[in-house]
Each structure stands twice: as structure tokens, then as C-alpha cells.
């Protein structure tokens, strides 16, 4: 089973400052690596597939970098709604497994 | 419009069965995977396994291997997870969503509540 170490598990940081979350893979995954959002009561959201791809409606603000075991999602300048909880998964190896998720926080 | 409607939230006691549902609408259910993923209270998102309609093809993660039953029904483009003895560790928010690159589509989730 493929595990998915993500870092850091909190991240504070100010609207307008750049976020920089890691997802590392103890296996490669090729580019087969999916990054999702969480708020509160409510489901998460797909924001980038196949490491680098924005899904629909996604903002250029978001983008997703990396291929084999380290991958990077980039938040170019955070927006007060930006803050949640993020969450890395791969689709290379069945389980499908999940990171255990960067909390982003407003500092 | 693609939609994934999950049933109600459910209140159980430990031993019971049950079966959850997710209906897909606006797309081609027997062309996508349709997954489960469960959220304890306050924790993460985990990956239980994933049914593709089209042909019953069905994984398992081993850690819900043996403990949920995934199936689904592409008559009335219904997938199902359900349980044949519930413990009070079940207690989580469960989802399914559309796999297509990533999990493109979420349900809104279902609540379900073991306790004695």
C-alpha cells in the first residue's frame, strides 16, 4: 500500500502570501496524484488531477507540480476563502490512499 | 448536471446491518468508478474501496476488506456500501464520489451514528 506523507500538517499564513504544500509518496505514483480541498461541513473538492491538471472551475491561483514521489500544490496568492484543509490522494496503486492532510490557517 | 445524492443520516446500535446508498444522475453511470471514503469526527479523509457499474469490478482497501460489502445496481444508477454488523467505531461521515482523474464528484455525505 502506497502512503502518502504530507507536510506540513498546519501551515499559517496571511491572505496574499504564497502557500506551498508537499505531498510525498513512499512509492513513485508516476503523475497519478490528486489534490483536494476540505471546509467545514462540507465534502471535499477536486482541485488538480494527474499532479498538475486544474479541474473545472478551479482558479489560476492553484497549481500543482511534481511527478514520481514529491509533488507540490501552490497557492500564488491566498484569498480569505483559500483556508481549509487540503488532502494529496494517489490512483497508481490500488488503495487509492489519502495523505493525512495539510490544515491550512489564517496567521 | 452530474449529481451524486447520498441517503439520510442513520442512527444505529452496534451489531445492526446497514446499507447506505449514493444515485448518480447527469452522466454515464456505468462508465465511471464510483468510490466510498469515510471521515471520522475530526480526522482525515480515508479510501475504502471502489465499484466500476459498468461491470461490478470492485476494490477493496485492505483496511475495510472483509468489514463493508460495496455494490451497486446500474439498473437505478444506485451504488451501495453497507455493513452486516456495526461497531461503534463505524461512527463517521461516509462519502462516495466519481472517480474520473480524481474523485471529480461528491455526494454530500451520510452521517452514521453507532451507540448503544
Known amino acids: 500500500e502506497i502512503v502518502l506523507t504530507q507536510s506540513p500538517a498546519t501551515l499559517s499564513l496571511s491572505p496574499g502570501e504564497r502557500a506551498t504544500l508537499s505531498c510525498r509518496a513512499s512509492?513513485?505514483?508516476?503523475?497519478?496524484l490528486a489534490w483536494y480541498q476540505q471546509k467545514p461541513g462540507q465534502a471535499p473538492r477536486l482541485l488538480i488531477y494527474?499532479?498538475?491538471n486544474r479541474a473545472t472551475g478551479i482558479p489560476a491561483r492553484f497549481s500543482g507540480s511534481g511527478s514520481g514521489t514529491d509533488f507540490t500544490l501552490t497557492i500564488s496568492s491566498l484569498e480569505p476563502e483559500d483556508f481549509a484543509v487540503y488532502y494529496c490522494q494517489q490512483r497508481s496503486n490500488w488503495p487509492h490512499s489519502f495523505g493525512q492532510g495539510t490544515k491550512l490557517e489564517i496567521k | 448536471e452530474v449529481q451524486l445524492v447520498q441517503s439520510g443520516a442513520e442512527v444505529k446500535k452496534p451489531g445492526e446491518s446497514l446499507k447506505i446508498s449514493c444515485k448518480g444522475s447527469?452522466?454515464?453511470?456505468?462508465?465511471?468508478?464510483i468510490g466510498w471514503v469515510r471521515q471520522m469526527p475530526g480526522k482525515g479523509l480515508e479510501w475504502m474501496g471502489i465499484i466500476y457499474p459498468g461491470d461490478s469490478d470492485t476494490r477493496y482497501s485492505p483496511s475495510f476488506q472483509g468489514q463493508v460489502t460495496i455494490s451497486a445496481d446500474k439498473s437505478i444508477t444506485t451504488a451501495y456500501l453497507q455493513w452486516s454488523s456495526l461497531k461503534a467505531s463505524d461512527t463517521a461521515i461516509y462519502y462516495c464520489?466519481?472517480?474520473?482523474?480524481?474523485?471529480?464528484?461528491w455526494g454530500q455525505g451520510t452521517l452514521v451514528t453507532v451507540s448503544s
Open positions: 512509492q513513485s505514483v508516476s503523475s497519478y
Open positions: 447527469g452522466y454515464s453511470f456505468t462508465g465511471y468508478w
Open positions: 464520489a466519481r472517480s474520473n482523474g480524481g474523485f471529480d464528484y
Open positions: 494527474d499532479a498538475s
